[in-house]
């Protein structure tokens, strides 16, 4: 597509699910990355994937998240057994390859409760 | 000491005016990125500099390297100016988060008619 594609826009799930967010990057762009806005805060990295090499992933906040990116395509992350700290808005990024300019998609808004 | 400093926090100003933005930072990097948030919106990425001046439209940003610092400008600036700007850095190096951006906390400019 155009640009990059996340989905859901919102989910509100109950403390302790796991949820999936997904990530559908620029086609043809090798960079995807991760990245998550919590209220009032400002923004921080996840995880980054640039081709078929392994996913740099020391911004995942703890064992409970993790992210694939499958084909060398789209990408999901994974949030088990969510806190209410878990909230925030998670953006996913791609790039033509590192250190090139970057696409945001529009978030995905995540509601614990 | 956050890495990369943004001044001013917030900053309002009347139609017309002309907008200077600051960042400064602390670490090696390989590529500065401004970005643009508006309220409730996604993120879009204004420039990426790893030296020199770019300009686009009324937007001008420039880097001094030796200095590690940026600044944003805005000429003749409108109310739907009004938005945060976040600068944020590509560490060098790679891995260990280097990878992905370090951000500042953004500023927010509200632009009054």
């Known amino acids: 597509g155009a640009g990059v594609s996340q989905s859901p826009s919102n989910k509100v799930t109950e403390k302790g699910k796991d949820v999936e967010l997904r990530c559908d990057p620029i086609?043809?762009?090798?960079?995807l990355y991760w990245y998550r806005q919590s209220l009032g805060q400002g923004l921080e990295f996840l995880i980054y994937?640039?081709?078929?090499?392994?996913?740099?992933k020391s911004g995942l906040p703890s064992d409970r998240f993790s992210a694939e990116r499958t084909g060398g395509s789209v990408s999901t992350l994974t949030i088990q057994r969510t806190q209410q700290e878990d909230s925030a808005v998670y953006l996913c990024?791609?790039?033509?390859?590192?250190?090139?300019?970057?696409?945001f998609g529009s978030g995905t808004r995540l509601t614990v409760v | 000491k956050n890495e990369v400093e943004q001044s001013p926090q917030n900053l309002t100003a009347q139609e017309g005016e002309f907008i200077t933005i600051n960042c400064s930072y602390s670490?090696?990097?390989?590529?500065l990125h401004w970005l643009q948030q508006h309220p409730g919106g996604g993120i879009v990425s204004l420039f990426m500099?790893?030296?020199g001046k770019k300009k686009h439209g009324r937007l001008i940003a420039t880097i001094n390297i030796q200095e590690k610092h940026s600044s944003l400008h805005i000429t003749a600036s409108h109310p739907r100016d009004s938005a945060v700007y976040i600068c944020a850095v590509r560490r060098s190096g790679s891995g260990g988060g280097a990878d992905g951006l370090t951000f500042g906390k953004g500023t927010h400019l509200i632009i009054q008619p």
């Open positions: 990024a791609s790039s033509l390859r590192e250190n090139y300019g970057y696409t």
């Open positions: 670490v090696g990097i390989s590529a």
């Open positions: 994937f640039q081709g078929n090499s392994a996913p740099d």
């Open positions: 500099l790893s030296s």
């Open positions: 086609s043809g762009h090798t960079a």
